[in-house]
T-cell receptor
Protein backbone atom coordinates (compact mmCIF):
# COMPACT_ATOMS: atom_id res chain seq x y z
CA UNK A 1 0.00 0.00 0.00
CA UNK A 2 1.57 3.24 -1.17
CA UNK A 3 1.52 5.66 1.74
CA UNK A 4 3.20 8.47 -0.18
CA UNK A 5 1.93 9.39 -3.60
CA UNK A 6 3.22 11.65 -6.30
CA UNK A 7 0.44 11.63 -8.84
CA UNK A 8 2.26 13.54 -11.55
CA UNK A 9 4.95 11.37 -13.11
CA UNK A 10 6.35 14.27 -15.11
CA UNK A 11 6.43 18.05 -15.27
CA UNK A 12 7.75 20.33 -18.01
CA UNK A 13 8.44 23.97 -17.22
CA UNK A 14 10.01 26.94 -18.96
CA UNK A 15 13.34 28.17 -17.61
CA UNK A 16 12.77 31.03 -15.20
CA UNK A 17 9.22 29.98 -14.32
CA UNK A 18 8.01 28.25 -11.20
CA UNK A 19 7.99 24.45 -10.82
CA UNK A 20 5.39 23.07 -8.44
CA UNK A 21 5.64 19.45 -7.38
CA UNK A 22 2.91 17.82 -5.33
CA UNK A 23 2.86 14.97 -2.87
CA UNK A 24 0.05 13.36 -0.87
CA UNK A 25 0.30 10.97 2.04
CA UNK A 26 -2.10 8.77 3.95
CA UNK A 27 -0.34 7.99 7.22
CA UNK A 28 -1.17 10.60 9.86
CA UNK A 29 1.78 9.37 11.95
CA UNK A 30 4.30 10.87 9.53
CA UNK A 31 5.99 13.74 11.31
CA UNK A 32 8.83 14.76 9.01
CA UNK A 33 8.87 15.23 5.28
CA UNK A 34 11.74 15.47 2.84
CA UNK A 35 12.35 16.13 -0.82
CA UNK A 36 15.17 14.47 -2.70
CA UNK A 37 16.52 15.13 -6.16
CA UNK A 38 17.93 12.33 -8.28
CA UNK A 39 19.95 12.32 -11.48
CA UNK A 40 20.24 9.15 -13.60
CA UNK A 41 22.69 6.57 -12.27
CA UNK A 42 23.16 8.51 -9.04
CA UNK A 43 21.67 8.22 -5.58
CA UNK A 44 19.08 10.72 -4.32
CA UNK A 45 20.43 14.00 -2.98
CA UNK A 46 18.71 15.65 -0.05
CA UNK A 47 17.08 18.93 -1.03
CA UNK A 48 14.86 20.30 1.71
CA UNK A 49 12.74 19.07 4.60
CA UNK A 50 9.94 20.18 6.86
CA UNK A 51 8.75 19.14 10.27
CA UNK A 52 5.07 18.52 10.87
CA UNK A 53 4.97 21.41 13.32
CA UNK A 54 5.64 23.85 10.49
CA UNK A 55 3.71 24.70 7.36
CA UNK A 56 6.50 26.26 5.33
CA UNK A 57 10.25 25.98 4.98
CA UNK A 58 12.35 27.96 2.55
CA UNK A 59 15.89 27.48 1.34
CA UNK A 60 17.01 29.68 -1.52
CA UNK A 61 15.00 28.83 -4.62
CA UNK A 62 13.27 25.93 -2.89
CA UNK A 63 10.21 26.20 -0.67
CA UNK A 64 8.26 23.32 0.80
CA UNK A 65 4.68 23.78 1.98
CA UNK A 66 2.87 21.38 4.28
CA UNK A 67 -0.89 21.15 4.70
CA UNK A 68 -1.43 18.63 7.47
CA UNK A 69 -5.20 18.68 7.37
CA UNK A 70 -5.12 17.78 3.69
CA UNK A 71 -2.12 15.46 4.11
CA UNK A 72 -0.48 17.27 1.27
CA UNK A 73 2.88 18.86 0.66
CA UNK A 74 4.38 20.65 -2.26
CA UNK A 75 7.78 21.79 -3.43
CA UNK A 76 8.14 25.10 -5.24
CA UNK A 77 11.24 25.85 -7.27
CA UNK A 78 11.57 29.40 -8.46
CA UNK A 79 13.08 30.38 -10.76
CA UNK A 80 13.53 27.01 -12.46
CA UNK A 81 16.92 26.41 -14.04
CA UNK A 82 18.09 23.81 -16.60
CA UNK A 83 20.15 22.10 -13.88
CA UNK A 84 16.94 21.42 -12.00
CA UNK A 85 15.97 18.80 -14.58
CA UNK A 86 15.91 15.59 -12.56
CA UNK A 87 13.60 13.19 -10.77
CA UNK A 88 12.21 14.54 -7.50
CA UNK A 89 11.13 12.20 -4.74
CA UNK A 90 8.91 13.10 -1.86
CA UNK A 91 9.58 11.15 1.35
CA UNK A 92 7.85 10.95 4.71
CA UNK A 93 9.23 9.77 8.01
CA UNK A 94 7.56 7.79 10.74
CA UNK A 95 10.07 7.25 13.51
CA UNK A 96 13.22 6.36 11.59
CA UNK A 97 11.91 4.91 8.33
CA UNK A 98 11.34 6.83 5.13
CA UNK A 99 8.51 6.08 2.74
CA UNK A 100 9.01 7.39 -0.77
CA UNK A 101 6.71 8.50 -3.53
CA UNK A 102 7.25 7.22 -7.06
CA UNK A 103 8.93 10.43 -8.17
CA UNK A 104 8.21 13.25 -10.58
CA UNK A 105 10.49 13.85 -13.54
CA UNK A 106 11.04 17.56 -14.04
CA UNK A 107 12.24 18.90 -17.37
CA UNK A 108 13.22 22.55 -17.53
CA UNK A 109 13.03 23.91 -21.08
CA UNK A 110 15.43 26.63 -22.19
CA UNK B 1 29.47 17.10 4.41
CA UNK B 2 27.36 13.94 4.86
CA UNK B 3 28.90 11.92 2.05
CA UNK B 4 27.96 8.29 1.55
CA UNK B 5 30.07 6.12 -0.70
CA UNK B 6 28.66 2.96 -2.26
CA UNK B 7 30.77 0.41 -4.08
CA UNK B 8 30.71 -1.07 -6.66
CA UNK B 9 28.59 1.13 -8.89
CA UNK B 10 27.89 -1.65 -11.34
CA UNK B 11 28.10 -5.42 -11.23
CA UNK B 12 27.45 -7.92 -14.00
CA UNK B 13 27.75 -11.55 -13.03
CA UNK B 14 26.50 -15.04 -13.69
CA UNK B 15 23.50 -16.61 -12.04
CA UNK B 16 24.41 -18.34 -8.78
CA UNK B 17 27.12 -15.86 -7.85
CA UNK B 18 27.09 -14.02 -4.54
CA UNK B 19 27.63 -10.28 -4.74
CA UNK B 20 28.72 -7.96 -1.93
CA UNK B 21 27.90 -4.26 -1.95
CA UNK B 22 29.56 -1.84 0.47
CA UNK B 23 28.13 1.34 1.91
CA UNK B 24 30.35 3.76 3.80
CA UNK B 25 29.63 7.04 5.53
CA UNK B 26 32.77 9.07 4.85
CA UNK B 27 32.50 12.07 7.13
CA UNK B 28 30.00 11.10 9.78
CA UNK B 29 29.07 8.20 11.98
CA UNK B 30 25.94 6.27 11.18
CA UNK B 31 24.48 3.91 13.73
CA UNK B 32 21.72 3.20 11.26
CA UNK B 33 22.02 2.50 7.55
CA UNK B 34 19.28 1.52 5.14
CA UNK B 35 19.18 -0.63 2.04
CA UNK B 36 16.72 0.13 -0.74
CA UNK B 37 15.88 -1.41 -4.04
CA UNK B 38 14.51 0.51 -6.99
CA UNK B 39 12.81 -0.95 -10.03
CA UNK B 40 12.57 1.13 -13.22
CA UNK B 41 10.22 4.09 -12.93
CA UNK B 42 9.24 3.08 -9.42
CA UNK B 43 9.86 4.35 -5.95
CA UNK B 44 12.66 3.33 -3.63
CA UNK B 45 11.52 0.32 -1.64
CA UNK B 46 13.09 -0.18 1.77
CA UNK B 47 14.53 -3.66 2.07
CA UNK B 48 16.13 -3.57 5.49
CA UNK B 49 17.47 -1.39 8.26
CA UNK B 50 21.03 -2.05 9.28
CA UNK B 51 21.93 -1.33 12.89
CA UNK B 52 25.54 -1.15 14.01
CA UNK B 53 26.43 -4.06 16.23
CA UNK B 54 23.09 -5.83 15.97
CA UNK B 55 20.98 -7.78 13.53
CA UNK B 56 19.34 -6.05 10.62
CA UNK B 57 15.60 -5.51 10.53
CA UNK B 58 14.04 -6.73 7.30
CA UNK B 59 10.88 -5.47 5.68
CA UNK B 60 8.04 -7.83 4.99
CA UNK B 61 8.67 -10.00 1.97
CA UNK B 62 12.45 -9.57 1.97
CA UNK B 63 14.35 -12.82 2.47
CA UNK B 64 17.00 -12.32 5.13
CA UNK B 65 18.91 -15.41 4.02
CA UNK B 66 19.00 -14.09 0.50
CA UNK B 67 20.07 -10.56 1.37
CA UNK B 68 22.69 -10.73 4.11
CA UNK B 69 23.43 -7.48 5.90
CA UNK B 70 26.38 -6.75 8.13
CA UNK B 71 26.96 -3.46 9.95
CA UNK B 72 30.29 -4.03 11.60
CA UNK B 73 31.25 -0.44 12.32
CA UNK B 74 29.75 3.03 12.60
CA UNK B 75 30.79 3.81 9.05
CA UNK B 76 30.32 0.58 7.10
CA UNK B 77 27.40 -1.64 6.17
CA UNK B 78 27.48 -4.41 3.58
CA UNK B 79 24.72 -6.12 1.63
CA UNK B 80 25.45 -9.53 0.16
CA UNK B 81 23.06 -10.89 -2.42
CA UNK B 82 23.57 -14.63 -2.10
CA UNK B 83 23.20 -17.01 -5.03
CA UNK B 84 21.90 -14.21 -7.21
CA UNK B 85 19.41 -14.94 -9.98
CA UNK B 86 18.18 -12.79 -12.88
CA UNK B 87 15.16 -11.64 -10.88
CA UNK B 88 17.57 -10.05 -8.38
CA UNK B 89 18.76 -7.68 -11.09
CA UNK B 90 17.94 -4.19 -9.89
CA UNK B 91 19.30 -0.90 -8.63
CA UNK B 92 20.32 -1.16 -4.99
CA UNK B 93 20.87 2.02 -2.96
CA UNK B 94 22.08 2.47 0.57
CA UNK B 95 21.59 5.41 2.86
CA UNK B 96 22.97 6.45 6.21
CA UNK B 97 21.43 8.48 8.96
CA UNK B 98 23.54 10.65 11.24
CA UNK B 99 23.32 9.95 14.93
CA UNK B 100 20.33 11.86 16.29
CA UNK B 101 19.23 12.96 12.83
CA UNK B 102 16.29 12.14 10.58
CA UNK B 103 17.67 13.00 7.16
CA UNK B 104 19.11 10.06 5.27
CA UNK B 105 22.03 10.60 2.94
CA UNK B 106 22.30 8.29 -0.01
CA UNK B 107 25.05 6.54 -1.87
CA UNK B 108 25.09 6.57 -5.67
CA UNK B 109 23.63 3.09 -5.93
CA UNK B 110 24.73 -0.20 -7.44
CA UNK B 111 23.33 -1.47 -10.70
CA UNK B 112 23.25 -5.26 -10.39
CA UNK B 113 22.75 -7.33 -13.52
CA UNK B 114 22.55 -11.10 -13.24
CA UNK B 115 22.94 -13.02 -16.47
Amino acid sequence: DQQVKQNSPSLSVQEGRISILNCDYTNSMFDYFLWYKKYPAEGPTFLISISSIKDKNEDGRFTVFLNKSAKHLSLHIVPSQPGDSAVYFCAASDDYKLSFGAGTTVTVRA
Amino acid sequence: GAVVSQHPSRVICKSGTSVKIECRSLDFQATTMFWYRQFPKQSLMLMATSNEGSKATYEQGVEKDKFLINHASLTLSTLTVTSAHPEDSSFYICSAREVGGVTQHFGDGTRLSIL
